[in-house]
């Protein structure tokens, strides 16, 4: 079979999937960007009913996407792109306060607010199912609180 084909029908599995409730996402957003700017952070509250963890997230807006923790190294904050991130069984993981956030790199059109940005968060739970959730993170003006001032070196 045509690997683009498999790729619409997991799509469309995964939805159905999704909508069974097992991974909810909630206020998701981002802050509308500056010019030049060409990544930006998204914040979301996660929870899964059962054990699993975030494996991958995309958005068509941008070249990638990553989960980023923030580290004490050397007396200095840094980043570090994480391949997995847990999510317990039943228990809110919020991306964008402060430590986990979720960042697009290489936007492909600046953010303006009012616009939604479409990601694809895939987690994987402990039996290796894999679930795809949609989400819309609505992009808040510019002046909007956010605590991710940090600087980026990608
Ligand atoms: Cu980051």
New binding site residues.
């Given amino acids: 079979m045509n690997k683009y084909v498999w790729a619409g029908l997991v799509a469309c599995l995964s939805v159905s999937q999704a909508l069974a409730g097992e991974v909810t996402v909630g206020e998701a957003w981002a802050r509308a960007t500056a010019p030049g700017q060409d ?1 930006a ?1 998204v914040s979301m509250r996660i929870t899964s009913q059962r054990d699993a963890s975030i494996v991958a997230v995309s958005s068509p807006v941008a070249n990638s996407a ?1 989960i ?1 923790s ?1 580290v004490h190294e050397d007396g200095m904050m840094k ?1 570090r792109a994480l391949d997995v991130l847990p999510l317990k069984a039943g228990r809110e993981v919020a991306l964008g306060d402060g430590g986990n ?1 979720l ?1 697009l790199i290489g936007l492909k059109k600046p953010l303006a607010a009012g616009d939604s940005v479409e990601l694809t968060v895939t987690v994987q739970f402990a039996d290796k199912r894999k679930e795809k959730v949609e989400v819309k993170a609505e992009v808040r003006p510019l002046t909007a609180t956010h605590d ?1 001032m ?1 600087m ?1 070196h990608h």
Wanted: charged letters at 10%; aromatic letters at 0%.
């Fill in positions: 990544a952070a990553e980023h923030m980043m956030h960042m991710h940090h980026h």
